[in-house]
């Protein structure tokens, strides 16, 4: 018999839980080592992986006490071929590396008991280079070639959907959402923005998403912000039909800008009851609104926080 279906996001006005910042949990709360901020290799190592399964446990739990599906993400975020490399890996082995993430989640889904039709795994997409930079010497053309693999790694893996998270051009966003589009694979852009309230190309979030719109017929999915704060992005959501095309937040726990906290040496967890409140503020405003997770400091206490305040709102 066929598994069912798993509901995705853009097809259901029901809420969806996803993780948090996968990376910063693991370096300070769990003080593993993560060459070239990747996390994904960490499933080589037995008592590294033992801790992913519980991070990512603790949050599929949560989804089955809350009654809410859950998105598997972030861990193959930097498991493409140039941030391979790097890490020592040949192109058969990051596309191994790539299943067994898929296949870890799948076991946190069965261990806690979440319904298939409540699990969606998504194939998370990093930028080519430092999300920090703007790398902009990189076309749309070439997004879209270096990406494909990837993406054609996770169809093979069984992924229902792509998520590109922190990108900061719109180039980028484009050759990536081509290429989920190329693959039959529904894509999601998230990009991040900076304290300007724009994104580092210095494009406001509006022309972003109308030019990655406009440039693919309106290829993705949908569109998220995540690594950003509640009190730079809120401001930019207005009532116009684009802000209507974002379904998604994953925010920092601090409001701190990126470079700040990349320089502290210790985790920002900021306040999560804060947090959960910004959430419901912004999507009293914003109700299409229906992915939420959480990006650097943050981890299933917040999500939980999260996730609690928006069902008794709803």
């Not at 993430?101 to 979440?114: H, I, N, P, T, W």
């Not at 379904?247 to 040496?265: E, F, I, P, V, Y």
Request: glycine fraction near 8%; charged fraction near 20%.
């Amino acid at each position: 018999m066929s598994q069912p279906t798993p509901r995705l996001p853009h097809l259901t006005d029901d809420i969806f839980l996803t993780d948090g910042g996968t990376e910063t949990w693991l370096m300070y709360k769990r003080r593993f080592e993560l060459p070239e901020f990747s996390a994904f290799h960490l499933l080589t190592d037995q008592q590294s992986a033992a801790a992913l399964r519980e991070y990512y446990t603790a949050f599929a739990n949560i989804a089955v006490t809350l009654g809410t599906p859950f998105i598997f993400d972030s861990l193959t975020y930097r498991a493409s071929r140039d941030w391979g490399e790097l890490l020592g890996y040949s192109s058969e082995g990051l596309a191994e590396m790539n299943h067994k993430c898929f296949e870890l989640y799948r076991d946190c889904a069965a261990e806690v008991g979440l319904a298939a039709q409540d699990t969606v795994i998504s194939g998370c997409i990093g930028p080519k280079g430092d999300a920090y930079q703007t790398n902009q010497d990189l076309n749309a053309e070439c997004a879209e070639a270096y990406h494909a693999e990837q993406i054609e790694t996770f169809k093979s893996a069984g992924a229902d959907i792509v998520t590109a998270l922190t990108l900061n051009t719109t180039d980028e966003a484009i050759g990536i959402a081509r290429a989920s589009a190329k693959a039959g694979i529904p894509s999601v852009i998230a990009f991040t923005i900076e304290k300007d309230r724009k994104l580092r190309s210095g494009e406001t979030l509006k022309q972003a998403i109308k030019t990655v719109d406009r440039a693919t017929s309106n290829a993705p999915a949908y569109y998220m912000i995540n690594c950003s704060h509640p009190v730079d992005f809120g401001p930019v959501l207005t009532n116009e039909p684009w802000a209507n095309r974002i379904r998604g937040l994953r925010a920092n726990a601090s409001s701190l800008d990126h470079g700040t906290l990349c320089q502290l040496g210790h985790l920002e967890e900021g306040d999560p009851d804060e947090l959960a409140r910004q959430y419901v503020d912004i999507r009293a405003a914003h109700p299409t609104m229906n992915v939420f997770g959480g990006c650097c400091g943050t981890d299933y206490v917040h999500v939980e926080k999260i996730g609690r305040a928006l069902l008794a709102a709803a």
